[in-house]
């Protein structure tokens, strides 16, 4: 009886190949919002990129999550999403919860900080991340993006410090996307990736945001 009413699912398919995050995660949204209830949703992409952001919002929501690579940079990600799981995100949303602590956010855009000087740039941006260390209060998240994603990569002179926070608890997230354009996705050595759509999120959510 369950296998023939997962067979009864329906499902919808979106075309996200050659879209660049946050495009394919809106897209997925927009169909999981237009399901009868349960059903699912196969998105094509064609970056592994995608596929992970993809993932991590499957395992956020609770969907159920699949990847086939049907060939050579065509993936097709299909995420299910059951009654019930719909039905407790309803209830979440009406139930009374205890105010949000309030966040402090840290952005990194760049290696090195302030204008003129690169060379100088840097070595202020190492003494910023040491002097983050020695605070009585910490940042909730650091952001890292475009020439800040090299911070969080073998070679950095700040790993250490920012290795260093995240044992005390401070998450830190390096964009994706700059991780795949500067060709460092494989040296990243602290934190975890994330997308744009996360990003937007996390920096419109924030009570202060800090940007060296």
Known sequence: MEERKM??????IVNAMGDVCPVPLVKAKNAIAELPGSGKVEVLVDNEIAVQNLE????????????????EKEYHVELTVSEKEQDETEEETVCLVPAAKKTKL???SSDHMGEGAEELGKILMKSFLYALTQQDELPDTILCYNGGAKLTCEGSESLEDLKDLAARGVEILTCGTCLNFYGISEKLQVGSVTNMYDIVERMSSADRVIKP
Do not use: C
């Not at 067979?7 to 919808?12: C, D, L, S």
């Open 7 to 12: 067979a009864e699912m329906e499902k919808k």
């Open 56 to 71: 991590k919002m499957a395992q956020q929501k609770g969907y159920g999550f699949l990847v086939k690579e049907e060939k």
């Open 106 to 108: 840290v952005v990194l």
